[in-house]
């Protein structure tokens, strides 16, 4: 019996999620730039004025920048101004860094990174700015983390976008994927991703091109999801096919889910 909340809501209802969140981070910190002032915080704040969105942001733990290695553990206090804007901002481990892959870690290395990844969401976030579905690196399908996600609120991870279901998986697991759109594997239980933002700007196209895929997949699966990635918000084409992603699902009354 799935535990996936929301999956049995008769409203309709899509998530959204952004990978590989680190830089804009350390962007606010250095230059001190209020948080929503900063370019990439001020559209989402824009997006969910708008449309009441929520947004997951799954984070690298440490990356080198200009030729210096940076972490998390830099990022300065930002529990007021995330609070202060409603709380509709959620932040969970991606990877340790763009290179290294979950799933070429033991168990042991990935809890390692990503207990120092929640210390630092706990500091400059909150602990009830976690968020409850999370997509690794590289889909990492971290099943054998299963107790762990559990008691740090985790209640899914999400799975590949790809015909393939699932890289580690048993077959019955990615059938039910591709069909339903979900599945449980020892003790977690994983979600399909459908949407990279990116590639509706890649294809180029156009609004009625998005809405007939928004309704092909909502008439399969019953739900939408939708991410990016956040160095993608660099370029204005995404940033304009992601308010045309929100302004379409606003029109099919399809909302975004209250906590990511």
């Not at 809890?111 to 997509?135: H, L, P, Q």
């Given at each position: 019996?799935?535990?996936?909340?929301?999956?049995?809501?008769?409203?309709?209802?899509?998530?959204?999620?952004?990978?590989?969140?680190?830089?804009?981070?350390?962007?606010?910190?250095?230059?001190?730039?209020?948080?929503?002032?900063?370019?990439?915080?001020?559209?989402?704040?824009?997006?969910?004025?708008?449309?009441?969105?929520?947004?997951?942001?799954?984070?690298?733990?440490?990356?080198?920048?200009?030729?210096?290695?940076?972490?998390?553990?830099?990022?300065?206090?930002?529990?007021?101004?995330?609070?202060?804007?409603?709380?509709?901002?959620?932040?969970?481990?991606?990877?340790?860094?763009?290179?290294?892959?979950?799933?070429?870690?033991?168990?042991?290395?990935?809890?390692?990174?990503?207990?120092?990844?929640?210390?630092?969401?706990?500091?400059?976030?909150?602990?009830?700015?976690?968020?409850?579905?999370?997509?690794?690196?590289?889909?990492?399908?971290?099943?054998?983390?299963?107790?762990?996600?559990?008691?740090?609120?985790?209640?899914a991870l999400f799975s590949t976008d790809r015909l393939v279901g699932s890289h580690r998986m048993p077959q019955a697991i990615k059938d039910s994927l591709n069909n339903i759109g979900y599945a449980s594997h020892e003790g977690i239980d994983f979600i399909r991703t459908q949407f990279r933002v990116e590639f509706f700007a890649d294809d180029n196209l156009s609004k009625q091109a998005i809405e007939s895929l928004f309704k092909e997949s909502f008439a399969k699966y019953g739900y939408i999801i939708l991410y990016t990635h956040e160095y993608e918000f660099a370029r204005k084409e995404v940033c304009e096919a992601l308010k045309v992603s929100f302004e379409l699902l606003d029109k099919l009354s399809i909302k975004s889910l209250p906590k990511a």
């Open positions: 019996m799935l535990t996936i909340d929301n999956f049995e809501t008769k409203s309709p209802w899509f998530h959204f999620s952004i990978d590989d969140v680190f830089d804009s981070l350390i962007e606010v910190t250095d230059k001190n730039i209020p948080l929503f002032e900063h370019p990439y915080f001020y559209l989402l704040k824009e997006m969910h004025e708008r449309y009441n969105i929520t947004v997951g942001l799954h984070l690298f733990f440490e990356k080198e920048i200009n030729g210096k290695s940076r972490n998390l553990c830099e990022i300065r206090d930002l529990r007021k101004e995330i609070s202060g804007a409603g709380g509709w901002i959620y932040f969970g481990p991606h990877a340790l860094d763009f290179k290294t892959a979950p799933y070429n870690q033991s168990r042991e290395e990935q809890m390692a990174v990503f207990n120092r990844t929640y210390d630092e969401i706990d500091r400059f976030a909150g602990k009830n700015s976690y968020a409850k579905w999370i997509r690794l690196h590289f889909y990492s399908e971290s099943y054998e983390l299963a107790d762990y996600f559990k008691n740090k609120g985790v209640t």
